[in-house]
């Protein structure tokens, strides 16, 4: 009796072990779905640059009114487009609201958020962050101009 307890206890354990990698897997594949969504949608107007301040497409300045998230809602994610502005990050279109119910268009990335270091060394960063209180499995890709320098940032993320 005891050994079936014990080898049915060693079965639950081996699954949970097995299933657990698999379900990090299908969670960053959804964030990967999300971002190429993203990229997708906003790199379809042309190249990126940086004119005044203000984050172009082409000849498109991002906006909320410019940039169509509805692939990311539509797979249950949050998207932001972020431009570089000084040591900072600001969202300058989003999904995102703030705790009051507006948009957070023209708030930056947090200055603990894991992603920023690696932002502004022109890495993609995904994994773990909490956004505006709540988690997400995140994923942040740079935007970069022609010569190579990173002018802004993508942000894809899929609640926890």
Known sequence: MYRNKLVVAFLTFTCFLAL????????????????????ADVEALGAPKV?????????TKVSADTVGFGPVKGL?????????????????ATTLKKDDGSSAV?????????????LK?????????TVFGKS?????VPIKDA??????????????
């Open 20 to 39: 657990t990698p698999n379900l990090a897997t299908a969670q960053s594949r959804v964030v990967k779905s999300l971002m190429a969504a993203l990229r």
């Open 51 to 59: 004119q005044g301040g203000d984050l172009y497409f082409g000849n």
């Open 76 to 92: 249950g994610g949050e998207a932001s487009v972020f431009v570089n502005s000084g040591d900072q990050f600001v969202r300058v």
């Open 106 to 118: 023209g708030t930056a990335l947090a200055a603990d958020s894991p992603a920023l270091a690696k």
């Open 121 to 129: 060394n022109g890495d993609a960063y995904y994994g773990d962050a």
């Open 136 to 140: 997400y499995d995140t994923g942040y």
């Open 147 to 160: 010569s190579g320098a990173v002018i802004g940032a993508y942000f894809v993320g899929s609640p926890k």
